[in-house]
């Protein structure tokens, strides 16, 4: 059963497309990576399946989710770590789904946070400031926050960047623990080693999809040359999609 | 002769009595939605919005004379349609909310020095500029502690997603659609107590009493809520102290209140716990780990 269903969807913004004419899907329990160059549209992808930003086209079936089903791991630079939040409050969040706006914390859910905080080893970071961590601890508080929220889907934006190898390893089991839960897990990346060795299914991005499957058949150097080539296309001046107009004369 | 000095104004004078309760409402609210604008990086736009309620209690105050109740309706209506009018717009087209607040509110401005040259009446809005929290009457005085309860009620439920969209926006837009409501209603609340401050301190100062309260509480926590009950007290104090200052040396109330505040903010400058300059300049030995 398809966990997400990308029905020609585009992406992009101000009209300009990032994601151009996407189609295929995403198996429930699935792990898969999605890779290509800085610009091939990665990130606006998983913005899409998370609903933050609205297709231009084309349509994003999440197989009967709701958005409290998805846990949506951001780039680190999207978060405002000056401001004074301690990680025990800030991996709180994670629980929006059961507390909502009013709903307390009792003494189970701060176990659940304590729980979730200890998993990704930062006992004792507890009180501690986010702005006061480095870049591996803000993404180990990052990934207690989404073993908190107990997805079934789960996205996560370029999760190992610019962080030490101990601290991969210990936060891609995670990940591999999460699949074998059987959720859902979707990543952005751009470690080809590390997809090839972990992530079972791959989508080569660049702007549209180049290829799409197995990650032994798709992450060959042909199809990841082609990735490479990829223009960054931003034209101002640029007319109307033609495969639209193509499309609508069809129908 | 202390006790003269610092507790008889209050004993003695009941308008003392009444702009002390005044600065304790103004600051029991104001101060909290200061700490949310600084570390929103939206100090600027609190100003911003004190211009824009402006034309609207000249309006208010043309239409009804001095009518505390027309001002503030009037830079009440002035001051939503702005926030709200940016926050919708900076929303939907990705345009900064500073850049559209500053269109809308230079929009209001001009709006409002058109309908006082057309009405041609030589109106003196000093009081509007610069307030007189010592001529309050009790109906004033109720409107500001009306104003202020709703200010902390509002705040309290929307706290949580305040809180989750200033430091985590993306997380709180995958998780919930209050993010948005949040902010409109922060933005309202930002006009309440703008324009509750306008009675007391006028619409140039009434911002001070809510920004320099939370830069000072800035230099002295790293928790939020340590920051907004240091604010509230720092705005209290300033608010107390100024008025005694206002008493003893018959400087205008508003500016002493907001002068007295600005020692507390250099003082917290120089030596607060937190990034202060001697802090700096002086950390002390280092420590294990």
């Known amino acids: ?251 | 002769m202390i006790y003269d000095a610092l507790i008889g104004p209050f004993t003695e004078f009941e308008f003392m009595r009444r702009a002390l309760a005044a600065v304790i409402a103004l600051s029991l609210a104001g101060a909290p939605i200061g700490v949310f604008l600084m570390l929103r990086r939206m100090s600027l736009v609190g100003d911003a919005m004190a211009h824009a309620i402006l034309p609207g209690a000249a309006v208010g105050f043309l239409l009804s004379g001095l009518n505390l109740f027309a001002m503030t309706a009037g830079g009440l209506i002035a001051g939503f349609a702005v926030a709200i009018l940016a926050g919708v717009v900076a929303r939907s087209t990705g345009l900064k909310e500073d850049a559209s607040l500053a269109t809308f509110y230079l929009a209001s401005l001009a709006l409002g020095v058109t309908i006082v040259s057309i009405k041609g009446t030589n109106i003196d809005l000093l009081h509007v500029l610069f307030g007189n929290i010592l001529a309050m009457d009790d109906q004033t005085l109720l409107v500001v502690a009306f104003n202020a309860t709703v200010t902390l009620l509002v705040l309290a439920v929307i706290y949580r997603p305040l809180v989750i969209e200033s430091v985590d926006p993306l997380f709180l837009r995958t998780v919930s659609r209050a993010g948005g409501a949040a902010h409109l209603a922060f933005l309202a609340l930002v006009v309440v107590n703008l324009v509750n401050g306008f009675q007391a301190l006028g619409t140039l100062l009434a911002v001070g009493l809510m920004i320099l309260p939370a830069g000072i509480a800035r230099f002295w926590s790293r928790d939020l809520t340590v920051m907004i009950c240091i604010a509230v007290v720092a705005a209290a104090i300033s608010g107390y102290a100024g008025l005694v200052l206002s008493f003893q040396t018959r400087v205008p109330s508003g500016p002493a209140i907001i002068l007295v505040a600005t020692v507390f903010y250099i003082v917290s400058v120089l030596f607060g716990r937190v990034g202060g300059i001697v802090r700096q300049l002086f950390p002390g030995r280092h420590l294990e780990a």
């Open chain 1, 1 to 251: 059963m398809a966990q997400v269903a990308f029905r020609n969807v585009t992406l992009g913004y101000d009209r300009h497309p990032a994601v151009h004419h996407l189609s295929g899907e995403i198996a429930s329990g699935a792990l898969v990576a999605v890779i290509g160059p800085n610009g091939a549209g990665k990130s606006t992808l998983l913005r899409g399946i998370v609903g933050i930003l609205r297709p231009l086209d084309g349509s994003i079936h999440l197989g009967g989710l709701d958005a409290r089903d998805i846990a949506y791991l951001p780039q680190s630079a999207d978060i405002d770590r000056s401001f004074p939040i301690s990680v025990f409050d800030f991996v709180s969040t994670g629980l929006w789904r059961g507390t909502g706006l009013f709903g307390g914390i009792g003494k189970a859910a701060r176990e659940k946070i304590l729980r979730a905080i200890a998993s990704v080893g930062l006992n004792g970071f507890e009180n501690r400031p986010i702005g006061t961590l480095s870049g591996g601890q803000m993404q180990r508080v990052l990934f207690a926050r989404v073993l908190l929220q107990d997805a079934r889907l789960i996205v996560l934006d370029e999760p190992f960047n610019a962080i030490d190898s101990k601290t991969i390893a210990d936060l891609l089991a995670l990940v591999k623990h999460w699949h074998h839960e059987g959720r859902t897990v979707l990543a952005a990346l751009h470690d080809m080693e590390m997809v090839r060795s972990h992530f079972s299914e791959t989508l080569v991005l660049a702007r549209g999809p180049v290829a799409w499957g197995p990650t032994a058949e798709v992450l060959t150097p042909e199809n990841l040359m082609v990735a490479m080539r990829m223009c960054e296309a931003f034209d101002d001046s640029a007319t109307a999609c033609a495969a639209d107009d193509a499309r609508s004369r069809a129908a």
